[in-house]
């Protein structure tokens, strides 16, 4: 089985997006640890299906971050579940993944499912307003993950700036913070140099938009990631 743990790159691709067949090899056979199949908005149950099974033509790992209840499916490798850490709403946060435990507890496989604490700091994408999030600061994110780690015992905290690039001092104050909950840095990569900024002070950093946008450029942020240390986690940083 894949071990998350090591992972440093991976893509996210939106099943209500448009990919051609050679963008699609080129992404997922372009050395990523993985693919996140996941959206906002559109994403269905046939849509989903469709890029699962497209994907399932190559090797890469590929993982369902699930968006709603209809387009839940079986077939990945793993099911990624979010819960938005600073909605307002409890729709994100329990409600959906009590509706779906409910509907598919006893299918659920526990070894293949995570959970992702969502921070959502960018509050003008799609992402941010459909879950109801609120803006927070330096410190609350800090307390999230926290939260994410020591009470909730999260593998995954996620740092959310959708559409943005996100504030590298903050993220870096994050991965000095976590000891083994994984921090995922997703928002506004759009080349090698900023890969490897997030890169530094990330466990995992995620490239969504820029495959649509420049695919190329895409591309190089995998070997971008790949050659990059993590920093060392100081203990004094704390
Ligand atoms: C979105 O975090 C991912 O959920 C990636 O963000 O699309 O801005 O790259 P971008």
């Not at 968006?67 to 946060?93: C, Q």
């Not at 994050?174 to 466990?203: C, H, P, W």
């Not at 820029?210 to 995998?222: G, S």
């Amino acid at each position: 089985m894949y071990n998350i743990r090591e992972w440093r790159h991976v893509f996210k691709l939106d099943p209500n997006k448009a990919i051609s067949d050679e963008q699609l090899e080129s992404v997922c056979e372009s050395g990523t640890d993985s693919i996140l199949v996941g959206g906002t908005d559109g994403v269905t149950l046939d849509n989903t299906l469709n890029l699962l099974a497209r994907i399932r033509r190559f090797s890469v790992p590929c993982v369902l971050e699930i968006s709603n209840l209809e387009s839940i499916t079986p077939g990945f490798d793993f099911f990624f579940v979010p819960t938005v850490l600073n909605s307002t709403n409890p729709k994100w946060m329990t409600d959906l993944h009590r509706e779906a435990v409910k509907s598919y507890g006893e299918f659920i496989n526990w070894d293949e499912m995570l959970v992702e604490g969502y921070c959502m700091l960018n509050p003008d994408s799609k992402a941010f307003q459909a879950t109801d999030s609120k803006l927070i600061d330096n410190e609350d994110v800090l307390a999230y993950a926290m939260i994410a780690e020591k009470m909730f015992h999260l593998p995954i905290f996620y740092i959310e700036y959708s559409g943005m690039y996100g504030d590298p001092a903050l993220v870096r104050q994050v991965y000095q913070k976590l000891e083994n909950t994984l921090l995922f840095y997703g928002g506004g990569i759009e080349n090698s140099a900023q890969a490897k900024e997030m890169a530094e002070r990330a466990d995992v950093i995620v490239v969504g938009n820029l495959i649509y946008e420049n695919t190329e450029a895409a591309l190089q942020t995998v070997n971008a990631v790949k050659t990059t240390q993590k920093l060392e986690k100081r203990k004094a940083f704390n």
